[in-house]
C-alpha cells in the first residue's frame, strides 16, 4: 500500500486562510493524529484529503491514484464529525444502504465488523434510537464496509464516554494489526493522540509541531512536580539555590524538571520541608501550551 | 442508484407526518375552493348541473398542484443530505455523483406520481358520494401517463430552484411561496379566464396552466361531450377557454400541443439544473 502524500495544502475562504501549506507524509500502517483546538484547520484538511473541499492550492496523493477519482475514494473510510447516517432507518438498513452503494461488499466481513463493535444487540433499531456511543460505533463500522485502507476519524469521542472510547480504541488496534490499517485522527482530546505513532500539532492551519509522541514530550512536556510545603519560603529558597523555577500556587509550589530522575533528585533534597507531593510526567496539553503559549481548550 | 431510491421513499413514506402534510398540502387547496370559492365559480357558469363540469375541472387543477408541492417535498430531502454532511458521505462510496442525483430525482417523481394518484382517489371518492361523478375511466391510461409526464416537469423546475438552496429552512420557506403560487397559477382558486390579462400572460410562462389545461381536458371531455352537442361547440370553446380547459397562444392550443408545451419546460428546466449542476456539486460538499 502506497503512502499519503500532502504537499503544501492550502485552502483559503475569502480573507482567512484556513490550511496554510500544509505538508506531510503519512505512512501505509501508521497511525497518525492531527490535534489542535477547534478551528485550527484539522476538519478542512481532512475535507480536502476525502476530496470533499477542493484546495486553494498543493497535491495530495496516493501511490498513482487521483483524488477526484472513485478507486481513491475506495481506498478511505471516514467517519465524519457529525453522524451521517439515517435517524429513521435501522442500523441494519442504513449499513445495507450503504454497502449497495459500493460495488461489492464481503457479507462475511460486515458480520465480522458488527461482531467487533458489539453491534448485534441492536441492528434492528433504529439509528436516531441508539445511544451517542452506539452511534458512533455504527458510524465506524460503516467507514470500514469497503474494507479502506486509510480510516480518517473526525473528532470521533467528542461526547462518548470512557467506556466506549476503549472499546473504539481496542477495536481499532487490533484492526492497525490485522489488516494494516492506516489511522488518522483529528482531536483535541490530548490523550488520544497520546497513543498516536506520529502527531502533528496544528494551529492557525499550520503545522506547528510534528514528531513522535515520545519526542515531543522530550523536547516539550517537562514531568510536574507539584509539591505542598511545610514552610513556603525555605523550600522557594531551597529550589531556588537549585536553579528551578517555581510556581508558588494558594497552598502548593509547581516546578517543571525535564526527567523522572531530576524529579526524583529535587523530592530528595527538599524531603524535610515537604507535606506531601505529586508527579505527573507531562502530557500533550502541556506541550501545546509550550508552543503556543496558551491552552488547548 | 436503486438502493438510494428505495431509501428516498421509505424515508418519505415511513414518515407519517411528512405524508400527512403533503397530503393536507394538496387538499387545502381543495377544501379551501369547496368552503370559500365553490359558490362564486358556480354563480358565474350559467349551465344546469354545473357540479358535473365542476368537479372535474377542480380534481384537474388540484392534481398540479399535487404535482408541484409533492416533488418539492421529496426533493427537500437532497437539501437536507447536503445541509447535515450526509451527502459528503454518499458521494465517498463507489456510486457516481450523477447517480446518487438521480436517484433523488427518481424518487422525487415517482413520489409525486404516487402522491396525484392518491389524492385523485381521495377527490373522486369525495365527489363520487357528493355529486355522484363517476371516475372517467376510459380515460384512464391518459390521465396516468399526464401525471407521470407533470411529476416530471415539476420536479426538474424543483431540482431547478433548489440548486440554488443550501439551507433546510430555506427550501421550506420556498415551499410556502411556491404552494401558494401554485393555486393561483394552475388556475384553481380562480378560473384563468377571471384573471387580468397581465396575470394571465404571466402564468402562460409557467408549466402550470398547462399542466391543468392538460389534465382537465382529459377528464372534463366525456363530460363537456354529453353537455355541448352539435350547435353550442361554440359556447363549449368560450367556457372551455374561461375555465383553462384550453390555454390560448394566438390560439387554442390542442391536446398534443399543451404536451409539447410541458415537454418544452422539462427540457429546460434539465438543461438549466444542468448548467447549474457545478454550483450545486460545491455546495453539496464544501460543508466539511
Same mark, same amino acid.
Given at each position: 500500500?502506497?503512502?499519503?502524500?500532502?504537499?503544501?495544502?492550502?485552502?483559503?475562504?475569502?480573507?482567512?486562510?484556513?490550511?496554510?501549506?500544509?505538508?506531510?507524509?503519512?505512512? +501505509?500502517?501508521?497511525?497518525?493524529?492531527?490535534?489542535?483546538?477547534?478551528?485550527?484547520?484539522?476538519?478542512?484538511?481532512?475535507?480536502?484529503?476525502?476530496?470533499?473541499?477542493?484546495?486553494?492550492?498543493?497535491?495530495?496523493?496516493?501511490?498513482?491514484?487521483?483524488?477526484?477519482?472513485?478507486?481513491?475514494?475506495?481506498?478511505?473510510?471516514?467517519?465524519?464529525? *457529525?453522524?451521517?447516517?439515517?435517524?429513521?432507518?435501522?442500523?441494519?438498513?442504513?449499513?445495507?444502504?450503504?454497502?449497495?452503494?459500493?460495488?461489492?461488499?464481503?457479507?462475511?466481513?460486515?458480520?465480522?465488523?458488527?461482531? %467487533?463493535?458489539?453491534?448485534?444487540?441492536?441492528?434492528?433499531?433504529?439509528?436516531?434510537?441508539?445511544?451517542?456511543?452506539?452511534?458512533?460505533?455504527?458510524?465506524?463500522?460503516?467507514?470500514?464496509?469497503?474494507?479502506?485502507?486509510?480510516?480518517?476519524?473526525?473528532?470521533?469521542?467528542?461526547?462518548?464516554?470512557?467506556?466506549?472510547?476503549?472499546?473504539?480504541?481496542?477495536?481499532?488496534?487490533?484492526?492497525?494489526?490485522?489488516?494494516?490499517?492506516?489511522?488518522?485522527?483529528?482531536?483535541?482530546?490530548?490523550?488520544?493522540?497520546?497513543?498516536?505513532?506520529?502527531?502533528?500539532?496544528?494551529? %492557525?492551519?499550520?503545522?506547528?509541531?510534528? *514528531?513522535?509522541?515520545?519526542?515531543?514530550?522530550?523536547?516539550? +512536556?517537562?514531568?510536574?512536580?507539584?509539591?505542598?510545603?511545610? *514552610?513556603?519560603?525555605?523550600?522557594?529558597?531551597?529550589?531556588?539555590?537549585?536553579?528551578?523555577?517555581?510556581?508558588?500556587?494558594?497552598?502548593?509550589?509547581?516546578?517543571?524538571?525535564?526527567?523522572?530522575?531530576?524529579?526524583?533528585?529535587?523530592?530528595?533534597?527538599?524531603?524535610?520541608?515537604?507535606?506531601?507531593?505529586?508527579?505527573?510526567?507531562?502530557?500533550?496539553?502541556?506541550?501545546?501550551?509550550?508552543?503556543?503559549?496558551?491552552?488547548? %481548550? | 442508484?436503486?438502493?438510494?431510491?428505495?431509501?428516498?421513499?421509505?424515508?418519505?413514506?415511513?414518515?407519517?407526518?411528512?405524508?400527512?402534510?403533503?397530503?393536507?398540502?394538496?387538499?387545502?387547496?381543495?377544501?379551501?375552493?369547496?368552503?370559500?370559492? =365553490?359558490?362564486?365559480?358556480?354563480?358565474?357558469?350559467?349551465?344546469?348541473?354545473?357540479? #358535473?363540469?365542476?368537479?372535474?375541472?377542480?380534481?384537474?387543477?388540484?392534481?398540479?398542484?399535487?404535482?408541484?408541492?409533492?416533488?418539492?417535498?421529496?426533493?427537500?430531502?437532497?437539501?437536507?443530505?447536503?445541509?447535515?454532511? =450526509?451527502?459528503?458521505?454518499?458521494?465517498?462510496?463507489?456510486?457516481?455523483?450523477?447517480?446518487?442525483?438521480?436517484?433523488?430525482?427518481?424518487? #422525487?417523481?415517482?413520489?409525486?406520481?404516487?402522491?396525484?394518484?392518491?389524492?385523485?382517489?381521495?377527490?373522486? #371518492?369525495?365527489?363520487?358520494?357528493?355529486?355522484?361523478?363517476?371516475?372517467?375511466?376510459?380515460?384512464?391510461?391518459?390521465?396516468?401517463?399526464?401525471?407521470?409526464?407533470?411529476?416530471?416537469?415539476?420536479?426538474?423546475?424543483?431540482?431547478?430552484?433548489?440548486?440554488?438552496?443550501?439551507?433546510?429552512?430555506?427550501?421550506?420557506?420556498?415551499?410556502?411561496?411556491?404552494?401558494?403560487?401554485?393555486?393561483?397559477?394552475?388556475?384553481?382558486?380562480?378560473?384563468?379566464?377571471?384573471?387580468?390579462?397581465?396575470?394571465?400572460?404571466?402564468?402562460?410562462?409557467?408549466?402550470?396552466?398547462?399542466?391543468?389545461?392538460?389534465?382537465?381536458?382529459?377528464?372534463?371531455?366525456?363530460?363537456?361531450?354529453?353537455?355541448?352537442?352539435?350547435?353550442?361547440?361554440?359556447? =363549449?370553446?368560450?367556457?372551455?377557454?374561461?375555465?383553462?380547459?384550453?390555454? #390560448?397562444?394566438?390560439?387554442?392550443?390542442?391536446?398534443?400541443?399543451?404536451?409539447?408545451?410541458?415537454?418544452?419546460?422539462?427540457?429546460?428546466?434539465?438543461?438549466?439544473?444542468?448548467?447549474?449542476?457545478?454550483?450545486?456539486?460545491?455546495?453539496?460538499?464544501? =460543508?466539511?
Amino acid at each position: 500500500m502506497a503512502d499519503l502524500t500532502i504537499q503544501n495544502l492550502t485552502k483559503t475562504y475569502d480573507a482567512k486562510m484556513a490550511v496554510d501549506h500544509i505538508s506531510m507524509t503519512i505512512k +501505509a500502517g501508521s497511525f497518525v493524529a492531527f490535534l489542535g483546538p477547534n478551528g485550527a484547520g484539522k476538519s478542512t484538511t481532512v475535507g480536502m484529503v476525502c476530496g470533499l473541499v477542493a484546495p486553494t492550492s498543493g497535491q495530495i496523493s496516493l501511490g498513482n491514484l487521483a483524488i477526484d477519482s472513485t478507486s481513491y475514494r475506495a481506498k478511505l473510510g471516514v467517519v465524519f464529525q *457529525d453522524s451521517v447516517l439515517d435517524r429513521d432507518l435501522t442500523v441494519a438498513a442504513n449499513l445495507k444502504l450503504r454497502a449497495q452503494m459500493y460495488a461489492h461488499i464481503d457479507a462475511a466481513w460486515q458480520q465480522q465488523l458488527i461482531q %467487533h463493535f458489539g453491534l448485534s444487540d441492536f441492528v434492528t433499531q433504529k439509528y436516531g434510537t441508539l445511544s451517542g456511543g452506539q452511534r458512533r460505533r455504527v458510524d465506524i463500522v460503516r467507514a470500514l464496509l469497503h474494507q479502506p485502507a486509510i480510516l480518517i476519524l473526525d473528532e470521533p469521542s467528542t461526547g462518548l464516554d470512557i467506556q466506549t472510547r476503549r472499546i473504539i480504541w481496542a477495536t481499532l488496534a487490533d484492526l492497525r494489526r490485522d489488516m494494516g490499517l492506516t489511522v488518522i485522527l483529528t482531536t483535541h482530546y490530548l490523550e488520544e493522540a497520546q497513543s498516536a505513532d506520529f502527531v502533528y500539532i496544528i494551529d %492557525h492551519g499550520a503545522i506547528i509541531a510534528a *514528531d513522535t509522541v515520545a519526542n515531543l514530550t522530550r523536547q516539550y +512536556a517537562a514531568y510536574q512536580l507539584k509539591l505542598t510545603p511545610i *514552610d513556603a519560603s525555605k523550600l522557594l529558597q531551597q529550589l531556588q539555590a537549585q536553579g528551578l523555577k517555581a510556581k508558588s500556587d494558594h497552598q502548593t509550589i509547581s516546578v517543571a524538571v525535564p526527567t523522572a530522575q531530576a524529579a526524583l533528585a529535587v523530592l530528595n533534597k527538599c524531603q524535610d520541608l515537604l507535606a506531601d507531593f505529586e508527579c505527573r510526567p507531562g502530557d500533550m496539553n502541556d506541550i501545546f501550551m509550550a508552543l503556543t503559549g496558551k491552552a488547548v %481548550h | 442508484m436503486l438502493a438510494f431510491t428505495k431509501r428516498n421513499l421509505t424515508l418519505y413514506f415511513g414518515n407519517r407526518a411528512t405524508v400527512f402534510f403533503s397530503i393536507l398540502g394538496a387538499l387545502i387547496a381543495f377544501i379551501l375552493y369547496l368552503v370559500f370559492l =365553490r359558490n362564486t365559480v358556480i354563480s358565474s357558469i350559467p349551465i344546469p348541473n354545473v357540479s #358535473a363540469v365542476l368537479d372535474p375541472w377542480l380534481i384537474g387543477g388540484t392534481l398540479t398542484i399535487v404535482a408541484i408541492t409533492t416533488s418539492q417535498i421529496a426533493l427537500s430531502q437532497m437539501i437536507m443530505d447536503r445541509q447535515q454532511g =450526509r451527502l459528503a458521505d454518499f458521494i465517498m462510496t463507489a456510486t457516481p455523483y450523477w447517480q446518487i442525483q438521480g436517484a433523488y430525482l427518481l424518487g #422525487a417523481v415517482l413520489i409525486s406520481f404516487m402522491m396525484q394518484i392518491l389524492v385523485g382517489i381521495i377527490m373522486y #371518492a369525495y365527489f363520487g358520494l357528493v355529486d355522484g361523478i363517476a371516475i372517467p375511466w376510459s380515460v384512464l391510461p391518459q390521465v396516468v401517463l399526464t401525471a407521470l409526464l407533470s411529476s416530471g416537469v415539476w420536479t426538474a423546475f424543483n431540482l431547478l430552484i433548489f440548486s440554488f438552496v443550501e439551507k433546510a429552512t430555506t427550501a421550506s420557506q420556498l415551499s410556502t411561496i411556491v404552494g401558494t403560487a401554485a393555486g393561483f397559477f394552475a388556475g384553481v382558486y380562480i378560473p384563468i379566464g377571471g384573471m387580468p390579462a397581465f396575470a394571465q400572460t404571466i402564468s402562460k410562462f409557467t408549466p402550470a396552466p398547462y399542466n391543468s389545461a392538460l389534465f382537465r381536458q382529459l377528464l372534463m371531455d366525456p363530460v363537456l361531450n354529453q353537455k355541448f352537442s352539435g350547435h353550442l361547440t361554440g359556447a =363549449r370553446a368560450t367556457l372551455t377557454q374561461h375555465l383553462g380547459v384550453t390555454i #390560448a397562444l394566438q390560439q387554442d392550443l390542442a391536446n398534443w400541443q399543451v404536451v409539447s408545451v410541458l415537454m418544452g419546460f422539462l427540457a429546460v428546466f434539465v438543461i438549466l439544473a444542468l448548467i447549474f449542476s457545478k454550483h450545486s456539486r460545491l455546495a453539496a460538499v464544501s =460543508r466539511v
